[in-house]
T-cell receptor, first 120, second 114 residues
Framework: AQKITQTQPGMFVQEKEAVTLDCTYD???????LFWYKQPSSGEMIFLIY??????QNATEGRYSLNFQKARKSANLVISASQLGDSAMYFC?????????????????FGKGTKLSVKP | EAQVTQNPRYLITVTGKKLTVTCSQN?????MSWYRQDPGLGLRQIYY???????DKGDVPEGYKVSRKEKRNFPLILESPSPNQTSLYFC?????????????FGPGTRLTVT
C-alpha cells in the first residue's frame, strides 16, 4: 500500500489566488514527521514546510501553510497568493520510525507529486 | 555555504561500465541518503546511512552499492550499469535520521545508460 498519496497529478491556479495541494498518508506509528518539497523545472529539491505528528498547531512558513488533519491522516499544503514562480512539482513526504534503530529515526518516503501551474 | 554537492551532474555511459557518483556535504550531517527519481514514480530511496560505516538498503537497492567511510562523503557505485538505471539521482543529508529533521538535497545527477 502506498504510504503517501497525492491524488492530483496536475493543477492549475490563477496568479494571486490560493491553492491547496492534497496529501494523505498511511502509518500506524504515533510519531512521524510530514514534509513538503518543491521541485522547479531546474530540478533541485527545495524544502518548504514541516509538521510533526504531535504538533498542536498547523505549521506555517510565509505563504505556505499546512492543513494538518491527524484523524483523517491528511497534510494538505496551502499556498496563498500564488505567484508565477510557484509553478513546479510539489512532493509530500513522511518520515516515520525505523525499527532497525529503535524507532527513533526514520527515512523519508515520498508521494508521486503534484504539478502546479500558475496562470498569469 | 552549506550545501550538498554531487558529481557529475550529467553522465552518459554504456551498459556494464562501472561508474561512481560522488556526494559530499559540508554540514557535518550524520544522515545521508540516495534517491532516484523517475517520471510518475516520485523519489525512491536506494540506500541510506545513519552515520559513518552504517549503511542500509532502501526500497530499490538492486544494482547499487554505497560506502560511508567518512562523515562528509557518500558515493553511489554502479558496478555494472544497465539501461533501467537511467534516471535522475539525488543525494540528500540531514543533521540526524530523527523524525523532525528535513533533508537537504544535492542538485541531482542525470544518468543515461545506453
Amino acid at each position: 500500500a502506498q504510504k503517501i498519496t497525492q491524488t492530483q497529478p496536475g493543477m492549475f491556479v490563477q496568479e494571486k489566488e490560493a491553492v491547496t495541494l492534497d496529501c494523505t498518508y498511511d502509518t500506524s506509528d504515533p510519531s512521524y514527521g510530514l514534509f513538503w518539497y518543491k521541485q522547479p523545472s531546474s530540478g533541485e529539491m527545495i524544502f518548504l514546510i514541516y509538521q510533526g505528528s504531535y504538533d498542536q498547531q498547523n505549521a506555517t512558513e510565509g505563504r505556505y501553510s499546512l492543513n494538518f488533519q491527524k484523524a483523517r491522516k491528511s497534510a494538505n499544503l496551502v499556498i496563498s497568493a500564488s505567484q508565477l514562480g510557484d509553478s513546479a512539482m510539489y512532493f509530500c513526504a513522511m518520515r516515520e520510525a525505523d525499527m532497525n534503530y529503535g524507532g527513533s529515526q526514520g527515512n523519508l518516503i515520498f508521494g508521486k507529486g503534484t504539478k502546479l501551474s500558475v496562470k498569469p | 555555504e552549506a550545501q550538498v554537492t554531487q558529481n557529475p551532474r550529467y553522465l552518459i555511459t554504456v551498459t556494464g561500465k562501472k561508474l561512481t557518483v560522488t556526494c559530499s556535504q559540508n554540514m557535518n550531517h550524520e544522515y545521508m541518503s540516495w534517491y532516484r527519481q523517475d517520471p510518475g514514480l516520485g523519489l525512491r530511496q536506494i540506500y541510506y546511512s545513519m552515520n559513518v560505516e552504517v549503511t542500509d538498503k532502501g526500497d530499490v537497492p538492486e544494482g547499487y552499492k554505497v560506502s560511508r567511510k567518512e562523515k562528509r562523503n557518500f558515493p553511489l557505485i554502479l558496478e555494472s550499469p544497465s539501461p533501467n538505471q537511467t534516471s535522475l539521482y539525488f543525494c540528500a543529508s540531514s543533521l540526524r535520521g530523527g523524525l523532525t529533521y528535513e533533508q537537504y538535497f544535492g542538485p541531482g545527477t542525470r544518468l543515461t545508460v545506453t
